[in-house]
Structures are given as C-alpha cells and as structure tokens.
C-alpha cells in the first residue's frame, strides 16, 4: 500500500477507536471509556511522532520548506494533543459534560486537520520525495513506528 493509503487508514482507526470511546462516555461505563480513550490517545500520538519525526523532516529535506505546511500541521498536533490531555482529566473525573464538548472541539479540529494532510501533505509528499527517502519513510511506517 502506498504511503497515503496507509496514513489515511491510520486516521479512520482513530477515529473508529474514537467513537467507541465517545459511545461508552455517553452510556457512562467509564472503565470501558478510559480503555477505549487511552487507545484512541496511544494512536492518535504515535501517528503524531510518526510525522512530525519522520514525515515532515523528510518533506522539508526534499523542499526546503520548513516555514509552510509542515509547520502549520505542527502546530495542530500541538493543539489536538493539548485537548485530548484535557479530556484525559475530564475522564478521571468522570465528567461527562466536559468530556463530550471538548471532543466536539477536538474532532472538528482534527477532520480538518486530517483532511488537509490527505488532500494536500501526503500527496505533495508522494510527488516531492526523491525515491530513496520515500521508500524510507514507508519503511518506518511498516515497521510500525
Ligand atoms: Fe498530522
Ligand atoms: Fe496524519
């Protein structure tokens, strides 16, 4: 599969793994909602790292953009994370109210986020990455980093 495929598979796990956290938020089985959450968390940061390490560095080698697209999804991964910690507190406390609404927040903002890296990055990655760094970082990517 080619480096987008995999990618854009990786976004709809998480949010498949995000609507069973939301369901058991809603139902309020909490043990089953901090299980579900925590792996929705765990996915959704390493695809993260995985771009931000990986991804992007290789992007702005290729390019020599550093101050464009790259930096903008940064910064909505820092955005996203700080979210998703504050929704972590909410579940401890098993504050459905507070939960729900900052994952409205959260998920709006990372449709939009997700929906310019499949537009946009990934495929400007695929046409702009010399041979030797894509087959590397699809390589990365398949080992599961
Ligand atoms: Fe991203
Ligand atoms: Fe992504």
């Not at 058991?24 to 695809?47: C, I, P, Y």
């Not at 459905?96 to 946009?120: A, D």
């Amino acid at each position: 599969m080619r480096l987008s495929q995999q990618l854009t598979q990786q976004h709809r796990d998480c949010d498949a793994q995000y609507s069973q956290s939301e369901a058991a938020v809603a139902k309020e089985v909490w043990q089953e909602a901090k299980e579900r959450f925590a792996d929705f968390s765990d996915k959704t940061l390493q695809h993260f790292h995985y771009e931000e390490q990986h991804l992007f560095p290789a992007f702005e080698a290729a390019t020599g953009i550093t101050e464009g697209p790259t930096k903008v999804m940064r910064y909505e991964h820092e955005q996203i994370h700080k979210l998703i910690d504050k929704m972590k507190e909410a579940l401890e406390q098993e504050d459905k109210e507070v939960f729900l609404s900052l994952g409205e927040s959260m998920m709006i903002l990372l449709q939009q986020h997700n929906m310019k890296e499949e537009q946009m990055l990934y495929r400007m990655c695929e046409m702009q990455l010399p041979r030797e760094s894509y087959e590397a970082v699809l390589k990365v990517l398949e080992q599961g980093a």
